[in-house]
């Protein structure tokens, strides 16, 4: 025998392995309980409370003998009883009396209303007619809440009502046979126990569990899609991937967020029958619909905050009205419509797995209770919505108007892809035919790049339309660099946006390598042919600028293969090796532009399209461009515009002049030049023995057309006409005979395009040397101008400066006052900070507005009949849940044929059973039974189901009438509860009072009012009124007298407001002049105090962000 040693480790072990095996396996039983017995609830005399009075109305004889019964029962002992004569004044009587009353209201002799407080001697909830046992508690004390009519005394006075009705009506007393009837609790099968607002409360958190991503996907993609998209499109960016990109990050993030919920779910046992997965897949397809459910508002909503503030609201509230469905409140067709909203239909899965875990039964296909089907069809609806939403956000990206991008009629799908865009003119019309136009050489007849055919372009201004481009036509050529001139707003970067397709003309048509830019399918061919390198730069900023090129390198299409080498390539090519890690929010303006040009180049295109590519770029880098594109162009069309007119002259080969939309003239340098040119400059440089008369009549006499231009004490300029070229050498010879004669040296230049681009502009040509000066001159200025903002005193303090006619004093209020009015009116132009003062007075009146709501619902005096046919099938009736049959047991030993002919007459199908077969309190599958026994005088005992709330007060009524049937009365009781409205009676819900969110709220306005200096900071605003001799106590000032009087006026719209809803306390506020003196002052002073507060914060932070919103909470909270 082998020997054993007890030792308490191995045992504990053992145990535990085995208790942990025990909650493993039954894990899910051990979260239900398992079984309920039936528990005797004694007789209705048993109650026995004093802390209540009663009041009934109206007064009469029949209602006084009836009172005067119930008041010889034997819990009405001690009980003060107030007759009144009108319901009202009961109010009166819960006004004046410190205990609970309990009212009765007589209809008529038959019909009487049991009144109470709400949540005293009656259940606090509705019932849940389809699940549910409606007890809580644990194992060893549960209790229902249908006992609460049992002991709380409801049942009580109903059956001390009844009797002293019978006795009256009938002179048969009953009082003692009623008042003995015991009650009994059936038996209650397993169920889950779960508190109905809390289990609410959980699935709104389902329902808004997603919501910070879903606001983040909104606020990214509105941002990209409006200023982003279009742009990669013209880079050939197909719509699908632009979505797709967007939709598998979020998809993943779902993905992920839905693990976690559904594993929290889970195991914290929220969900206790239906399994994980099942979970899983009704939250993740629920955070897809919400996730192609944002990308449609991003499409229809362009602004990124107001997109994802709707957003959520909008998941909030529909969410929230799937709540409907759990109280049974909405007919099913509605439900499924409904279920097209995928937050309602999400709210409606979760409870159908709440009603699951009610049934105790899990997800199968072969559920008779249909629930099982409810939810997989509900999954499917919201598959179902993720593909309407995407479809729509498809659909109406193609059709809705932006400000860049073709726009599809609504109707496109039903359309030929290849239809033509409207010409008004023949396409095959030649370039313009006049003698400001040179004509193209021969070599490069045929080699069209670019055909431009009568485009027109019109945009629609506040007062009428604007048309920016007007009839041009125009071809590029291969091999050719093509220069657009022009003053601003000409319509060259509307010409290029239209020809790269960011736009479309409003008539007219273009062609690039013989494809239609106006046809769809051509435009995608086109993409792949064309660099763009637009007016504004192209990068993502939190990327470097290599990762911006390779990410642009494979957008356009570059083989991934090959994307890394064509990469280093126009890295090598531009000399940006140094800064090609570096991320593109440091790099400076010239090196950002030039990244964008670099993403122009990526794969080779055989058109480039610039709008002004080297601005900003500094001279190295300005010929580094022109180089490459010099060394390029042979096989490619390029069409660049510029404002630097040397660029045009000294990079492309023929230059284009645009003006108010129209093409002026066309040709080489040396055409424009001799068309619009003013000839050659002729500078002598001379000393003080020089004679000017001299020399211009010398000069006069080679050409006497010469004109002197500038006579200046080192120099003549005289303008020298194209036709007097062949004189230049006479005139040459003699100016060389006067050496001796003062001229020291002399220049020959020939006119600049700046010159021809004036002229053309119809103004007067400036010497390019004195617009040089000029241009130095200014740049000295401003680089001495930056010491300046340094300055700690007033401009007008400085030594030197004439004296200002004003006294010092005076010319303060004057800035004072100058100041103020710039606050005003930037007050009045700031919508940004209006609406958010509207917002957050929309937020202060939240709690008011539940204040009025919780009043309203609690000031209802609803009244519920307490009819058998709740619970009870009528003969004839097809039998439908919850209905059943009334279960009679006989357990007198006799037959009870008159007692069950009365409850015939109340119209109920009964089943009658012996004692012996079956005792009426084991089997839940009925709502209630009537156990009849005793000798010679029925005795009742009543059994109810756990899940029917009222079915006590129905069998009461059921035997009264029973009895008042078996006396050959033909009357039926009729009894009804209500509870008392709440006027007089403070609930304490656990919201804040409304007073103290409005005063919270008035505090948090004053960062939207106070803090405008920061931005004046930024701007450097400030630094020029100093500059330009503000006192810096005038700057403040005047800023207060605007904002300590409108920070006033909230304040006291808010007292307005308090007041104005609290109308009790109104009258002693208004006959108290010192209470209303006070008030005044201390609003002033705290107005005065917090704004001077705010200005400390903002001059404390005036070099970071505004942040208001964040102060703000500060200050709320």
Not at 363 to 389: C, N, Q
Request: proline share 4%.
């Amino acid at each position: 025998m082998n020997k054993r040693e007890i030792s308490i480790c191995q045992q504990t072990r053992a145990l535990l392995y085995k208790n942990i095996l025990k909650k493993w396996r039954m894990k899910r039983e051990s979260l239900w309980i398992s079984e309920l017995p039936s528990v005797d609830l004694g007789p209705i005399d048993r109650f026995n409370d004093s802390n209540f009075a009663v009041a009934y109305t109206p007064i009469s004889k029949t209602t006084q003998q009836i009172i005067d019964k119930i008041a010889s029962t034997s819990f009405m002992k001690g009980i003060n009883v107030f007759g009144t004569l009108d319901q009202e004044a009961i109010d009166v009587i819960i006004e004046e009396n410190g205990t609970e009353i309990v009212g009765i209201i007589f209809h008529d002799t038959f019909s009487y209303e049991l009144k109470f407080f709400w949540g005293h001697r009656i259940p606090p909830i509705e019932e849940n007619k389809d699940h549910g046992a409606h007890c809580y508690g644990n194992y060893q004390e549960f209790r229902c809440l249908l006992e609460t009519y049992w002991d709380k005394g409801f049942v009580a006075f109903q059956a001390a009502m009844n009797a002293a009705i019978i006795e009256i009506t009938t002179n048969h007393s009953v009082m003692d046979k009623m008042m003995a009837v015991t009650g009994i609790r059936m038996k209650t099968p397993p169920f889950i126990s779960k508190m109905t607002i809390g289990h609410e409360l959980i699935i709104f958190f389902y329902i808004i569990s997603f919501t910070p991503l879903i606001y983040f996907a909104s606020l990214n993609v509105t941002q990209e899609r409006k200023k982003a998209k279009e742009w990669m499109k013209m880079m050939g960016l197909q719509d699908s991937a632009f979505w797709l990109s967007w939709g598998v990050l979020y998809a993943g993030f779902i993905f992920i967020m839905a693990t976690c919920v559904a594993l929290a779910v889970t195991c914290f046992q929220l969900v206790i029958i239906t399994g994980y997965f099942v979970i899983f897949v009704l939250f993740f397809v629920y955070g897809l619909s919400l996730v192609a459910f944002a990308f449609l508002l991003c499409v229809l909503i362009k602004r990124p905050v107001l997109s994802g503030s709707i957003t959520l609201l909008l998941i909030v509230f529909w969410g929230s009205l799937g709540f409907a469905s759990l109280h049974r409140q909405l007919p099913a067709s509605l439900e499924w419509i409904l279920c097209l909203l995928s937050p309602f239909a999400f709210t409606h899965g979760i409870i159908q797995i709440v009603w699951l875990d009610y049934d105790l039964r899990s997800v199968t296909f072969y559920d008779p209770t249909g629930r099982s089907h409810m939810l997989m069809a509900t999954i499917f609806m919201l598959v179902f919505d993720t593909i309407l939403y995407l479809a729509l956000t498809l659909y109406f990206d193609k059709i809705l108007p932006n400000e860049y991008g073709y726009r599809h009629s609504p109707l496109f799908f039903l359309k030929s892809q290849h239809q033509q865009h409207k010409v008004i003119e023949n396409e095959t019309s030649p370039e313009y035919c006049s003698d400001s136009f040179e004509p193209v050489s021969p070599e490069f007849h045929g080699k069209e790049a670019i055909r431009i055919r009568n485009i027109r372009k019109e945009y629609k201004g506040k007062t009428e339309k604007v048309e920016a481009l007007k009839g041009l036509q125009l071809d590029i050529y291969e091999g050719q660099i093509t220069a657009i001139l022009g003053h601003s707003g000409a319509g060259k970067s509307t010409l290029l946006n239209i020809l790269s397709g960011l736009i479309v003309p409003t008539e007219g048509s273009a062609t690039i390598y013989d494809n239609k830019l106006l046809d769809k399918a051509d435009l995608e061919e086109i993409r792949k042919i064309i660099g763009v390198c637009p007016q504004f730069n192209v990068q993502f900023d939190f990327l470097t600028m290599k990762e911006n090129l390779r990410l642009f390198a494979e957008i356009k299409g570059i083989q991934p293969q090959k994307v890394e080498q064509e990469v280093q390539r126009v890295v090598m090519e531009l000399e940006m090796k140094n800064i090609q890690d570096t991320v593109a929010k440091n790099l400076s303006g010239g090196q950002k532009r030039k990244l964008t040009f670099a993403v122009a180049i990526l794969g080779d295109p055989q058109v480039l399209l610039l709008d002004e590519p080297t601005a900003g770029l500094d001279p190295f880098s300005r010929h580094q461009v022109w180089d490459l594109l010099k060394e390029h162009k042979s096989e490619k069309g390029i069409l660049l515009s510029t404002q630097f007119m040397d660029e045009a002259d000294i990079l492309a080969d023929r230059k284009v002049f645009m003006s108010n939309g129209q093409l002026k003239c066309a040709g080489s340098s040396l055409f424009l030049k001799k068309k619009w040119g003013i000839g050659y400059h002729l500078s002598l440089h001379r000393n003080e023995n020089c004679d000017s008369e001299t020399i211009t009549s010398l000069v006069k006499h080679h050409i006497p057309d010469a004109k002197l231009r500038e006579e200046s004490e080192e120099k003549l300029v005289y303008t020298l006409p194209f036709e007097r070229m062949d004189k230049f050498p006479d005139l040459y010879r003699d100016i060389d005979s006067y050496n001796g004669q003062g001229i020291v040296h002399y220049g020959v230049s020939m006119t600049t395009l700046n010159e021809v681009f004036l002229k053309l502009e119809g103004k007067t040509a400036t010497d390019e040397t004195d617009f040089g000066n000029w241009v130095q001159a200014q740049a000295e200025v401003r680089r001495n101008s930056e010491d300046f903002v340094e300055l700690d005193q007033p401009l007008s303090s400085l030594p030197g400066r004439s004296k200002v006619t004003l006294s010092p004093m005076a010319l303060w209020r004057r800035q004072v006052w100058a100041i103020a009015r710039l606050r005003f009116l930037k007050l009045k132009h700031d919508r940004k900070t209006f609406l958010a003062l509207l917002l957050l007075f929309g937020l202060a009146s939240i709690p008011y507005l539940l204040d009025v709501l919780i009043y309203k619902i609690l000031r209802q005096e609803t009244s519920w009949g307490l009819s058998p046919k709740t619970y009870f099938l009528s003969p004839g009736q097809y039998p439908q849940s919850p209905l059943t049959s009334l279960l009679i047991i006989n357990n007198t030993g006799s037959n009870i044929e008159d007692f069950i002919d009365s409850l015939k007459h109340q119209n109920l199908v009964l089943e009658v059973w012996d004692f012996g077969n079956k005792n009426g309190t084991d089997d839940p599958s009925y709502n209630g039974a009537i156990i009849v026994s005793g000798k010679k005088d029925y005795e009742f005992s009543i059994a109810c189901n756990t899940k029917r709330l009222n079915c006590f007060p129905v069998l009461v009524d059921i035997i009264s009438n029973g009895l008042l049937k078996m006396f050959n009365s033909s009357e039926q009781i009729q009894t009804e509860r209500s509870i008392f409205a709440y006027d007089n009676v403070k609930i304490q819900l656990g919201f804040v009072d409304s007073n103290i969110f409005w005063l919270s709220v008035a505090i948090s306005i004053s960062p939207y009012i106070a803090m405008s200096s920061i931005y004046d900071y930024k701007i450097k605003a400030q630094s020029q009124l100093r500059i330009s001799g503000l006192y810096p106590s005038a700057y403040w000032c005047g800023q207060a007298l605007v904002d300590v009087p409108l920070y006033c006026l909230i304040l006291f719209l808010t007292l307005t407001f308090m007041y104005v809803f609290n109308a009790k306390i109104l009258p002693d506020f208004w006959h108290n002049p010192r209470i209303m003196f006070a008030e005044v002052l201390s609003v002033i002073g705290y107005a005065v105090s917090m704004i001077s507060f705010m200005y400390m914060i903002s001059f404390i932070f005036c070099k970071g962000k505004k942040n208001s919103n964040l102060w703000s909470l500060c200050f709320f909270t």
